[in-house]
Nanobody, 125 residues
Framework: QVHLVESGGGLVQAGGSLRLSCAAS????????MGWFRQAPGKEREFVAA????????EYADSVKGRFTISRDNAKNTVYLHLNSLKPEDTAVYYC??????????????????WGQGTQVTVSS
């Protein structure tokens, strides 16, 4: 089992920045890729970004390209999501997830088998 803990959410004004962290523990060797998703009230959970542990290849949702950056620290088993130029529509609970494999272009939640508890990001206008 892979245990994931997110941190770093909070309240920020539009145009501001935040850095989210996701620390992985347990059977981390089972994790091939990590993803960030978000879920706003009344909406479905949506893909934000993903990164492969080995090599660092990344993928982003169109809505966050150029504003968000995903990175990882393999030594710390931690993945980060840097949120810049935040907009009110970025307000959501942000979740990290672990995948034992990854298919670029799929963006599907079904690729992921372990999830964190989520961290709230609120962007005020």
């Amino acid at each position: 089992q892979v245990h994931l803990v997110e941190s770093g959410g909070g309240l920020v004004q539009a145009g501001g920045s935040l850095r989210l962290s996701c620390a992985a523990s347990g059977r981390t060797f089972q994790s091939y890729a990590m993803g960030w998703f978000r879920q706003a009230p009344g909406k479905e959970r949506e893909f934000v970004a993903a990164i492969i542990w080995t090599g660092g290849s990344t993928e982003y949702a169109d809505s966050v390209k150029g504003r968000f950056t995903i990175s990882r620290d393999n030594a710390k088993n931690t993945v980060y999501l840097h949120l810049n130029s935040l907009k009110p529509e970025d307000t959501a609970v942000y979740y990290c997830a672990s995948s034992p494999s990854y298919r670029f272009g799929s963006l599907s939640l079904r690729q992921y088998d372990y999830w964190g508890q989520g961290t709230q990001v609120t962007v005020s206008s």
